[in-house]
Structures are given as C-alpha cells and as structure tokens.
C-alpha cells in the first residue's frame, strides 16, 4: 500500500511543491499553464515507449530467431519499397500530432497580455532581487528585496562544514539549498507577469510548480506570466551556470490568498515609507565633499 | 650513403636506379588522381578561407 | 585475387620507416597516423574520464565533500571540452584515417604531410588548454559552451581560445583531406553509390567540419575581443548582445553533434551486415538519409536555446525542425534492424557494441524528441534531463561505435585476434554500468535538478548516488578495454585471417592482416561481388 502510494506519487499527478525522494517524474504544477509541460512530457513519452517497444522487440526477435547458431540462414533481400514507405510516414502523422499540441501550448504561454501584476526579477551573482512594479492596476512604490540562499543551508554547503544537509528542513520539508532569507510573496488567481533580467551574467529564472523557465539576460528584459491556483510555497532554482555560486541561488515563491496578498503587500509599502523619508534638498557643499567611491562588483 | 627525411619511406627499386629513369611511369588514374586533389583541395581551402573572412570581416566591421 | 598482386605484402618490412623519430613524428602514412590519432583520443577518453570521476564522486552524497564549487566549474568545463575535441572526434578521425583508403582503394590520404600536421597540432593543443586547470586563476569554467559574460571572467580565457582555434584547424586540414581523398583517389570501378557507408558518413562530415569549425573560430574569437580588445559583441553596455553569442556559438555546436554522431552511424552500418551475413537493407535510404540529416542540423541550432526569451516565431520554427530530424534518424534505425531481420547472426564483441548502440543511442533519440518540444523543454532545458540525452546519444551512441569499430578492425590492424572473452566482459560491464550511470539522471532532472551545479537537495540523493556507482563502474570497465587492446597488439597468439569475419565484404579485407604499411600503391581491380554495395540497384 505504502509502495504503491510512494510509486504513484513518485509518477507525478500529486502536487508536491518540493522534489522528492525517488521522484520519476516531473508535477502537474500549481498554476493554470504548468499542466501543459506535464501532458506534454507525458504523452511524448508514451509515443516514444510504443515506439520503442516496437523497435525493440522487433530487434530481440530477430536476435533470437535468425542467429547462425540456430541454423538460420541469411536472406538476400535489401529493399521493401512499402515498408520503407510506411515507416516514413508514419513518424511524419505521430511528429505532426506532437507538433500541434506543442504549438498550441506555446502560443498559450507566450501571450502575457491581459496581467493585473507585475514583478520584476533581476539574476545576480548569487542571488535574486525582486521589485514589485504594479498590482492591479496601481504602480507600486519601492517594494523591492534582495534573496538570498538561507543561513542554514549556506552554512551547511560550505566544504567539509561537517553538517548534515538533511538537517537544514522547515517544519517537514527538508529545504536544503531549496530556501530563501526572503521569497517573493504573490496572490493567488491573479494573472502575473514578470519581467525577467540579469544584473551581470545570464542566470535563469526557474519554479517547477509554475511550468516554465526564463533566462535571465542582462541588457534583455524577458517577460513570462503565471496564475498560480493554490495558496503555498513553490521552490526553484537558477538554472543557468552563472558561476561559482549557481547551485546556490535558490528561489522561493509564496503564493497567498489574494486578502492575505493585499494585507502583506500594505505592510511592505508602509515599512518602505518609514524607511526612506523624501529626500532633503540639495545641498552642493555636502555632495561636493562627498566620497566618490562607487560600491565594488562582485567578481566571478 | 645518407637519406632526406623525405625519401626515408621509399623503397629504392634497382631497376629503376639503373636506367636513371627521370620522367614518371606513365599511370593515368594516378596522374587523374593527381590533378583532382589540387582541383579539390584549391576549391575548399578558397571556401574555409572565405568562410574565415565572413567569420572576421564581420568582427571588424560589427566592433 | 581481388588485387594486382605487387610487391606490397613483402614490403612490410622495408615499408615502414625503422627510426622511431621517422616512423611516429614524421609520419605520413595514414595508418600510422590514424594509429596516432587513435592513442590519443584513448588517453584524453581517461583524462576526461579522470574529471567525470571527480565530478560523481562530489555528487556522491549532497554536501560538499571533496572540491570547491569553482574547481566544480572547471572539471564540467574540461571534462566536455576533452571528451568532445579530444576524445571522440580525434577517434572518427584516426578511424577515417585507417580505413578511408583502404576502403576506397587508395594508397594513401590526398596529402599525408597535411595529415601529419593534423595530428601533431592535437597534443600542443591540449597540452596548452590543460595547462591551463594549473594557471593562477585555474581553467575555464564558464561551461564547454562559453557563455557570455560569464565565460569572460575567466583569466585563462586566451589560452582556451587559442587551443580552440588550433584544435579547429586541425580538423579543417583533416576534412580537406578526407574529401579530397574520397572524390579523387577512389580506385577505378569504386563508384561513389558503391563505397562503403562508412566513407559516405566521412564525406558528409567533413563538409559539415569545413562549414562550421569557421563559425566556431568567430565566435571565440569574439570572446576574446570583448575581452581584451575593448569590442562589445556580446556587452549589452556597449550595444552588444549575449544571446548574439549563443547563436553563433550554436550555429556551430548543433552540426558539430552530428559531426559526432554521423561516423558512428557508418561505423553500425558496416558492422551489421558483416555479422547478420546480409546486405545492408536500403544502402540509398541510408545515405540520403545522412545528407538529409546534415542538411537539417544547419537549422536547428535554437533549439538550445529556447529558454532565451525568442519570439514565438523562432520558437515554432525551430521546434518543427528539430522534430523533423526524427525522420531520417528513424529510417536509418529501422533499417538497421531490417538488416538483422532475416540475417543469420552471430554476435561477437563488435556487433555487441553495434546492437547496444542501435538500442540505446534510439533511448537517446527519444529523450532528444521530448527536448523538441517548446513548452516541455521549459521544463528539461539546463536540467540533468538534457544531460542524460546527450550523454545517451554521445556515450552509447557515439562512444559505443567508436569501440565496436575497434574491436571489428583491430584485428585488420594488428594482425591478431583480441581475446573475445574479455571483449565480452568488457561490453557487458560498459552496458550495465552505463545505464546505471545515465538512466538515473532522466529521473534527476524530471524531479528538478538543475544541471553544473555540486551540490542539491536531499531529495536528489537516491538517483545520484545510483548514478555515481555506475560512473565509478563504468569508469573501471574501461579500463578492461584497455588491456584488451594492449594484450592484443603486443601479447594475443592468435593471428588473424585476411578476412578476419566471415560475413566481411569490402577491399579493406582484401589486404593481409596486418595491414602491410604501404597498400594499394597499385589501384585494386574492383569486382562487385566482393564489395558491401556492389549491386545497389534502389
């Protein structure tokens, strides 16, 4: 009972939000579009088993029915102009079905019209920034944050730290390399665009429960939209070699109830206020004697 | 009595030393042989060298 | 007899030059070259197999527990740099080398002084970038793909950009070569729709070789630029643009998978036959189908890169031409099996490999269609997804004919027989182990794990330490082909037979074994009969 509910989960079908042991396969996702890499994958997989069984068994037959130790006794024949026809047409009907259901699901994916949100994520050597830029229709004043891979896990990756990675959890889930100090924070049932850039290397944007990945260029803004169906925490992970610390700039998204959003979002704002007055006037003498340092890069 | 490095395969035939033979066997598909490979190999060389340019002539006119 | 008789077979012994420094650094005899060629590609197989090592061994358990995550960087890097320049395609190419002329009746390459340079720049230029893991600052590791910016923070940048350059016209001198030989050095009565598939699959490739290794000396000779020349290709600062590179970078690196693959195809459509005793079904087919899969991998190359941001158009376009490609690849696997189909088998190591290939290269090609597809490869791309197809169509695809080829002719080179007892046992661990090592890795990036990274999440842990015994067996294994080799060449009794199999059919089997050092000085009379494909008539 316990195997064949592990086997099934493993399959897939269950949401998760986290990878988990012996996973086979991808989720369905938590958002409206991310069933579409999921039935995609899974159908393409299915053609190619069929296919696959076909071929192979063809092989393992003739393997055992036409060994010369067996007495069988070579055929001269090299051509099956029907057969060599079949065969080509075939793959061309079974590619032609994929295509449309593929084209169909890019389309889909591609439109990012018709957002009521949008958030803009920044790929830096080694970690996300994330800028709310409008919610429904208003813009958004200075609610923007840094996300960075969480203390423990930091702590616990460092060579021959001596501490046990599956140690780093958050309640049940074990979060290792998988957490964040702060997660970008959205509602749910709302349709989010994002503009996806870097900072100074390609990186790459990637949450598996929301179907798709984004590169994260910089002088490119890349836009991408999701809608996420249920309340929960969505993990990810940069998914383009950015250097040293690639595998360890993870991403973090919660999605909330769209009061529970509201109320988080008017928090945020408020302590944004309080934490940067309107700037005092400008005073030449002070900025004059300024110091010109400019803060350093982070070199690869 | 020493070799060049590039005679060092040869096989020194007696025959051949003797009759002090300068002028090449008459072999038409050698000959044929001949005359195709520097037409081959001129066509592709002037194709990878053109290939080259387009790759670096577009550096310095896109820099 | 199928060939003048000369004074070849008894040259043997004056044929080859006595001086080592003669016979190996001055060579300009394609067998001893493709001899060269071969050795070297075998030593960079173990030094890039010696990065995998390390790479699993990391992998082995999360935490990091053996190497800093940038020297992480650098074994990925070089590791796929290696394997790629300095393993397989120096392979093909010692391969083509061998069995090119004597395949096509030649008595040697076009211009084997050429071919000497072809080979010798190799070891300078590994030499050079290998060099480079101990530089102040370490090798490259922005990836064997070079990604800008990233691969412009790395210090040894110039070197690797100079070992490429000369790595690149190597292989533009050997694929001069090699058409050069095919098109004008074919023994009279060798028409081209009569040569083996073999030197079809070398001519496609080395057209294939000439139009991209440029496109590649461009694209990192733009790196270089922005590096050290103040231009902005690829700096969005300066105009530039990153994606630019990952175009120009791709326009090469998608042919170049099938300059990979290609020579391997020919090799399976010469080991076939030989041992199901039965032409090769659909020769044309077969060899249309090698152009058109050349053809087709000119407009493809986006298809790495549709996690980008292209538009939708491009996306589309890219996607039916890459699903297209399935077509010809089908044709050619299911006429090899057409081939076993009715055949009387027997199966020695090589046809083994060439089975293993057929079965496990077409898992590889099925991972390949799921990649096509757009919406689904958002989920695959930079995952351990991709890394187990490609690692499927290289390693028991590209890899496996490469030693199936060396089993079926190290008996035509060496005159003796390997022991088919440890060619056995080495082809049952390679299978085994192999799928252990790979298999697993689909799971991985199904469940999310992203590719170039040392360390993950706990929940990767089962499939990856699956996967790491099999790379630290598979590893092993090899070195069981190793001894074979070596017992064969200087200990194996058991002399070999002009044609050493029974099934054989072609000139290459013609000659004695071992190959006397100078053949076909006289151009072979050419009886049909005897050839794979003399009788082609659809």
């Known amino acids: 009972m316990a195997a064949a509910s592990l086997a099934l989960a493993s399959f897939g079908g269950v949401v998760q939000a986290d990878p988990h042991p012996w996973q086979l ?18 159908i393409s997989l299915a053609v190619c088993v069929v296919i696959g069984v076909l071929v192979f068994g063809a092989m393992f037959i003739a393997m055992f029915r036409f060994r010369k130790s067996r007495g069988a006794v070579a055929e001269k024949w090299a051509h099956n102009t029907v057969l060599e026809v079949v065969w080509t047409t075939i793959p061309v009907v079974i590619l032609i079905t994929l295509a449309y259901l593929a084209t169909g699901g890019l389309t889909s994916w591609a439109d990012t019209t018709g957002s009521q949100m949008t958030v803009k994520v920044t790929g830096y050597q080694w970690k996300w920034r994330y800028d709310y830029v409008s919610y429904m229709g208003k813009p958004i004043e200075k609610v923007g944050f840094m996300s960075k891979l969480d203390q423990q896990s930091d702590d616990t990756r460092q060579l021959d730290s001596g501490m046990d990675p599956y140690a780093v959890k958050v309640g049940d889930e074990h979060t290792y390399l998988l957490n964040v100090d ?15 850039t870097g900072g100074d290397v390609i990186h790459s944007w990637w949450v598996p429960a929301l179907g798709w990945k984004l590169d994260a260029i910089p002088g490119i803004i890349n836009a ?18 950015c250097g040293q610390d690639h595998g360890f700039m993870p991403i973090v998204v919660v999605a909330k109830s769209k009061a529970d959003f509201a109320k988080w979002l008017a928090e945020q704002e408020a302590a944004s206020k309080k934490a940067s007055p309107p700037p005092a006037p400008f005073d030449a003498a002070a900025a004059a004697s300024a110091s010109n340092s400019v803060p350093a890069v982070p070199q690869g | 009595m020493t070799r060049s490095w590039r005679t060092a395969t040869c096989t020194p035939d007696p025959s051949v030393e003797a009759s002090g033979v300068t002028q090449p066997i008459p072999d038409k598909h050698a000959a044929d042989s001949r005359r195709g490979v520097r037409r081959t190999v001129k066509i592709l060389i002037a194709v990878v060298i053109g290939f080259y340019l387009l790759a670096f002539l577009q550096i310095l006119l896109m820099k | 007899m199928s060939y003048a008789a000369t004074h070849d077979q008894h040259d043997d012994h004056h044929g080859a030059p006595k001086s080592f420094f003669q016979r190996w650094c001055m060579s300009t005899n394609h067998k001893d070259i493709g001899t060269l060629y071969l050795i070297f590609a075998l030593t960079m197989f173990f030094i890039g197999g010696s990065f995998a090592m390390t790479i699993r061994a990391e992998l082995f358990k999360p935490g990091l527990q053996l190497v800093q995550p940038y020297f992480f960087n650098e074994l990925t890097t070089m590791h796929g740099l290696i394997m790629i320049f300095g393993a397989i395609m120096p392979a093909f190419v010692g391969l083509g080398n061998w069995m090119i002329p004597l395949m096509v009746g030649a008595p040697d ?28 600052g370490g090798g490259p590791a922005g990836g064997w793909t070079m990604y800008p910016p990233l691969s412009l923070q790395s210090d040894s940048l110039a070197y690797v950009v100079f070992a490429i350059h000369l790595m690149g016209i190597s292989s533009i001198m050997g694929a001069i070569n090699i058409i050069a030989t095919i098109l004008n050095m074919r023994a009279p009565g060798m028409d081209l729709l009569k040569m083996p598939v073999f030197v079809w699959s070398w001519l496609i490739t080395a057209f294939l070789l000439i139009a991209v290794m440029p496109v590649l000396a461009g694209a990192v000779t733009m790196l ?24 120009v970078f791709w326009f090469f690196g998608h042919p170049e998978v099938y300059i990979m693959i290609l020579p391997a195809f020919g090799i399976v459509s010469e080991i076939v036959p030989t041992f199901a005793r039965k032409p090769i079904f659909g020769y044309k087919a077969m060899v249309f189908a090698l152009a058109c899969i050349a053809f087709l991998s000119f407009i493809v190359w986006a298809h790495h890169m549709f996690a980008v941001g292209l538009p939708l158009g491009a996306d589309l376009f890219f996607m039916y031409a890459t699903m297209l490609i399935a077509v010809p690849t089908g044709v050619k ?6 081939t076993m189909w009715g055949g009387s088998m027997t199966f020695e190591t090589p046809m083994l490999f060439a089975i293993a290939f057929i079965i496990l290269f077409t898992i590889g090609g099925f991972s390949g269609l799921m ?29 496996f004919a490469i030693i199936a080829a060396a089993y079926y002719w190290l008996p035509k080179w060496s005159g003796r027989m390997y022991n088919e007892f440890w060619g056995k046992v ?18 991985l990036g199904l469940a999310g794990m992203p590719r170039r990274i040392p360390d993950y999440n706990v929940a990767f842990a089962n499939f990856n330490m699956i996967s790491s015994i099999g790379g630290f067996l598979f590893g092993a294994s090899q070195l069981i082909f190793l001894g074979v080799v070596i017992h064969c060449v200087f200990f194996s009794k058991k002399k070999a037979t002009d044609r050493v199999w029974e099934g054989a059919k072609g000139l290459e089997w013609t000659v004695p074994s071992p190959a006397p050092h100078h053949t076909f000085s006289v151009p072979p009379v050419i009886h049909d009969e005897e050839l794979a494909h003399g009788n082609v008539h659809a």
């Open chain 1, 25 to 42: 396969n991808m989720e369905r996702g938590a958002s409206t579009w991310s069933h579409v890499p999921y039935d995609l994958n899974n």
């Open chain 1, 182 to 196: 702060k997660p970008l924070v959205v509602p749910v049932d709302t349709k989010i665009r994002f503009a996806i």
């Open chain 1, 224 to 241: 991408a939209w999701t809608n996420i169906k249920e309340p929960g925490t969505y993990r990810g992970q940069c998914a383009e070699l």
């Open chain 3, 109 to 136: 390459m076009a211009l084997p002084r050429m071919n000497n340079l072809s080979f010798w720049i190799l070891p300078f230029a590994f030499i050079l970038m290998l060099s480079t893991l101990f530089l102040p």
């Open chain 3, 224 to 247: 270089l630029t922005d590096k050290y020349f103040g231009t902005s290709f690829f700096n969005p600062g300066g105009g530039g643009d990153p994606v630019l590179y990952q175009h």
């Open chain 3, 333 to 338: 696997v299911f006429n090899w099996v057409a």
């Open chain 3, 371 to 399: 990649l096509a597809l757009v919406p689904a490869d958002f989920q695959y791309q930079d995952t351990y997804f991709v890394v187990a197809h490609f690692h499927y169509v290289l390693v028991t695809g590209a890899l």
């Open chain 3, 426 to 443: 080495h082809f049952w661990n390679s299978v085994v182990w192999v799928n252990v090592l790979f298999f697993p890795q689909h799971f």
